[in-house]
């Protein structure tokens, strides 16, 4: 069965940066025609992050942009993102999923179990 597992987040400053991993096992993440990250912070509709699709071409959302960077090791079966400059607002559950249907839309076969992200001021 297809299993994504998350793990890198954490407590972190304001202006800080981390890493999110996504370990995949069921399918390759090299090939598979959606993968990304989104996330859902209290309150609110779960989010678009960020996608990579197999041919490597990426996008993001635009609260994202020029901060956040999805990017995957296929020997490791692995998708990252990588957050910079980090913001109190980008405080929520991160989600790793494979399988969307697509561009930027929630719409995926597969979901991880998410990872806390919390950004202090």
């Known amino acids: 069965q297809v299993q994504l597992v998350e793990s890198g987040g954490g407590l972190v400053q304001a202006g800080g940066s981390l890493r999110l991993s996504c370990a995949a096992s069921?399918?390759?993440?090299?090939?598979?025609?959606?993968v990304g990250w989104f996330r859902q912070a209290p309150g609110k509709e779960r989010e678009f992050v960020a996608g990579?699709?197999?041919?490597?071409?990426?996008t993001s959302g635009d609260s994202v942009k020029g901060r956040f960077t999805i990017s995957r090791d296929n020997a490791k079966n692995t998708v990252y993102l990588q957050m910079n400059s980090l913001k109190p607002e980008d405080t929520a559950v991160y989600y790793c999923?494979?399988?969307?249907?697509?561009?930027?839309?929630?719409?995926?076969?597969?979901w991880g179990q998410g990872t806390q992200v919390t950004v202090s001021s």
């Open positions: 069921g399918l390759h993440v090299q090939y598979n025609y959606g």
């Open positions: 990579i699709s197999w041919s490597a071409g990426s």
């Open positions: 999923a494979a399988g969307c249907h697509t561009v930027g839309g929630t719409l995926c076969e597969y």
